[in-house]
T-cell receptor
Framework: GENVEQHPSTLSVQEGDSAVIKCTYS??????FPWYKQELGKGPQLIIDIRSNVGEKKDQRIAVTLNKTAKHFSLHITETQPEDSAVYFC???????????FGTGTRLKVLA | DAGVIQSPRHEVTEMGQEVTLRCKPISGHNSLFWYRQTMMRGLELLIYFNNNVPIDDSGMPEDRFSAKMPNASFSTLKIQPSEPRDSAVYFC?????????????FGPGTRLLVL
């Protein structure tokens, strides 16, 4: 069935360093890829998303890249700060469905 | 915009009791989703409504679970009778249009503990 693999499951970085989280999807029809940040005790919050008609999207310290041929997409956080510590989820969807296929999450810890 | 509103934020109940979770979607959004999150299974889609009509309830685990959306601004998820294995965080999310290929906006969740 459709699935999204997410790696790594945990990631620790020093404050100021970059963090990269990678996801691979199986459904070649997928064309919408949101990333969510979930802080402790809160709901997932959208931080960035990308559609298949572009290869990269940036928003300040956050960027997402998409490789449709390889069916993988990545979240890049530069100049990490302690407040970036959270669980990050990737997801894949396509214009023909309302369903998201979520990755299993990455727990990011930024060490001060 | 107030975002998706859920209540209660925390619920502790005893096995066998009825539990009702509530959700107010973002105004103007036509699609509403109920999810359950556990450590073991991650985020699971329970049910999807479009224009107040249940479209897909294949994720509802058992007949003990039911969901309603009487109008565009309110939905409930009911568990009767509740069991300890229902303990989880339940999220409501809403999306514009049919939700197809659209961003889903999540509420803060209801943390349910069934003793």
């Amino acid at each position: 069935g459709e699935n999204v693999e997410q790696h790594p499951s945990t990631l620790s970085v020093q404050e100021g360093d970059s963090a990269v989280i990678k996801c691979t999807y199986s459904d070649s029809a997928s064309n919408y890829f949101p990333w969510y940040k979930q802080e402790l005790g809160k709901g997932p919050q959208l931080i960035i998303d990308i559609r298949s008609n572009v290869g990269e999207k940036k928003d300040q310290r956050i960027a997402v890249t998409l490789n449709k041929t390889a069916k993988h997409f990545s979240l890049h956080i530069t100049e990490t700060q302690p407040e970036d510590s959270a669980v990050y989820f990737c997801a894949a969807s396509h214009s023909g469905t309302y369903k998201y296929i979520f990755g299993t999450g990455t727990r990011l810890k930024v060490l001060a | 915009d107030a975002g998706v509103i859920q209540s209660p934020r925390h619920e502790v109940t005893e096995m066998g009791q009825e539990v009702t979770l509530r959700c107010k979607p973002i105004s103007g959004h036509n699609s509403l989703f109920w999810y359950r999150q556990t450590m073991m299974r991650g985020l699971e889609l329970l049910i999807y409504f479009n224009n107040n009509v249940p479209i897909d309830d294949s994720g509802m685990p058992e007949d003990r679970f039911s969901a309603k959306m009487p109008n565009a601004s309110f939905s409930t998820l009911k568990i009767q009778p509740s069991e300890p294995r229902d303990s989880a965080v339940y999220f409501c999310a809403s999306s514009p249009a049919q939700g197809v290929g659209e961003t889903q906006y999540f509420g803060p969740g209801t943390r349910l503990l069934v003793l």
